[in-house]
């Protein structure tokens, strides 16, 4: 015979409660869940254009400005955002605005990983923006979103050497930089960026940040592990995450060594300019006061070839550029890129050492070394030159690398311009010596 078992009252609410718990929890969606039954509902309209919950309720105010924030918790690393970005964009095959990155840490037993989507991070001292020499990034005030100017870049590249965050990209055959400009279009009409419309787990978001706090937080708060100091350009970008990350969290990448384009073009300039100048240095210290026939005839042809090296420097210089018919515009970054200054330095070296050259070559030695005008032209040419040579320094410092800072490549520079300056007065010897035999 068998036995009918009546449970209990409280074996009844137990498993109440429990039918209760599985049904809750199958209300609860996931992001990506919620994300396809939106579509398969048809409630938004065709290819989901716009994404109200990921953009703020009000435009930026005084003292505020748009920013990224992103979701480390929700971002799966799936580079949905890369290819959004790709195609509304219109990007070539390579380019990219938008990169997904891996930070690892923790131990073997233990092991951390995380995602991190990136662009652009719109901070409030752009060094991209300091140190272009064309003034083709300009800041909006309104909403501090920072773009990039097509029209009036012609592709030194400087701004991508000056980025800590390697955000500026070189379009080699428009030749020109481009960059993500938070689809300002688009979000100027209430529509998300790419992005964040694509995201599927809506790990990216547009808010509005006070810049204040963006400022305080970059002093207080390291922006991510392994990323370069925040106070060089205090980044508005927010990256949220309930974890706390181990000590010994990097990215992936973060001791991979990456070889860098060569830019042959500015080797030349370095090389010939800290020559140029050189030589004019040790033109004024081994020949001070002398003035026999042989050491005019040196110094006529030091001067000379040291001009020629110069104009070779200026000339190879252009090459370096993607669009070289517009290098003009070099100095009208003059107020603030260190570029620009060196432009106008080697320029005046140019002119001076020109002047002088000429007047070595077709009057008396002792004319031009006694005559207020030439000692005028000379000294223009010295001082020039040096400021030149400091300029060039003060470009590779202020990319904040550790192997360029200021007073070793100071250094380096100063000794490469006294060896190569020995170096032509010993090829002006030779050819003094040749044309007087």
Same mark, same amino acid.
């Given at each position: 015979m068998s036995q009918t078992v009546t449970p209990t009252r409280d074996q009844?609410?137990?498993?109440?409660?429990?039918?209760?718990?599985? &049904?809750?929890?199958?209300?609860d969606l996931t992001a990506v869940e919620r994300f396809a039954q939106v579509h398969?509902?048809?409630?938004? %309209?065709?290819?989901a254009k716009y994404y109200r919950s990921l953009l703020p309720a009000r435009s930026p105010g005084p003292g505020e400005q748009y920013a990224f924030d992103v979701n480390l918790d929700q971002c799966s690393g799936c580079k949905a955002c890369v290819t959004a970005c790709h195609s509304l964009n219109g990007l070539d095959e390579n380019e990219t605005w938008r990169d997904v990155g891996l930070l690892i840490g923790g131990t073997s037993a233990l092991p951390v990983i995380q995602h991190v989507t990136s662009a652009c991070h719109h901070c409030l001292e752009p060094a991209c923006l300091e140190v272009c020499p064309?003034?083709?990034?300009?800041?909006?005030? &309104?909403?501090?979103?920072?773009?990039h100017l097509n029209d009036q870049c012609f592709g030194c590249q400087?701004?991508?050497?000056?980025? %800590?965050?390697?955000?500026?990209?070189?379009?080699?055959?428009?030749?020109?930089?481009?960059?993500?400009?938070?689809?300002s279009q688009r979000l100027a009409v209430g529509e998300a960026p790419a992005c964040v419309q694509a995201c599927p787990h809506e790990a990216i978001r547009i808010t509005v940040v006070s810049q204040a706090d963006v400022a305080?937080?970059?002093?207080?708060?390291?922006?991510?592990?392994?990323?370069?100091?925040?106070q060089f350009t205090q980044p508005t970008t927010i990256f949220r995450t309930s974890k706390v990350f181990p000590r010994n969290m990097l990215p992936a990448d973060y001791y991979a060594v990456r070889v860098e384009d060569g830019h042959p073009p500015l080797i030349v300039m370095l090389v010939l300019t800290q020559l140029a100048v050189g030589a004019g240095f040790v033109s004024e210290w081994l020949y001070s006061g002398a003035t026999t026939p042989l050491i005019d005839a040196v110094?006529?042809?030091?001067?000379?070839?040291?001009?020629?090296f110069g104009l070779l420097a200026l000339a190879a210089s252009t090459l370096h550029l993607g669009r070289p018919h517009l290098a003009w515009r070099a100095v009208v970054g003059l107020r603030t890129s260190w570029l620009s200054r060196e432009i106008v330095a080697f320029g005046a070296f140019a002119g001076a050492a020109s002047a002088y050259a000429v007047g070595?070559?077709?009057?008396?030695?002792t004319t031009v070394l006694t005559s207020r005008l030439w000692t005028t032209v000379r000294t223009g040419a010295l001082v020039s030159g040096l400021a030149g040579v400091f300029c060039s320094v003060m470009i590779y410092h202020c990319t904040r690398r550790p192997t360029w800072v200021g007073?070793?490549?100071l250094l380096r520079f100063l000794a490469t311009g006294a060896w190569l300056g020995l170096a032509s007065t010993l090829f002006a010897a030779a050819i003094a010596a040749a044309v007087a035999n």
């Open positions: 009844e609410a137990s498993l109440s409660s429990f039918l209760a718990g599985l &049904l809750s929890d199958q209300q398969d509902e048809c409630s938004v %309209p065709a290819q064309t003034l083709a990034y300009e800041k909006n005030p &309104l909403t501090g979103i920072v773009k400087y701004c991508i050497l000056a980025c %800590p965050y390697d955000v500026p990209k070189y379009h080699h055959k428009k030749g020109i930089v481009r960059k993500c400009d938070m689809c305080a937080d970059c002093e207080a708060n390291a922006f991510l592990p392994g990323a370069p100091d925040p110094r006529s042809w030091q001067a000379v070839t040291a001009l020629c070595v070559s077709l009057w008396p030695e007073p070793r490549t």
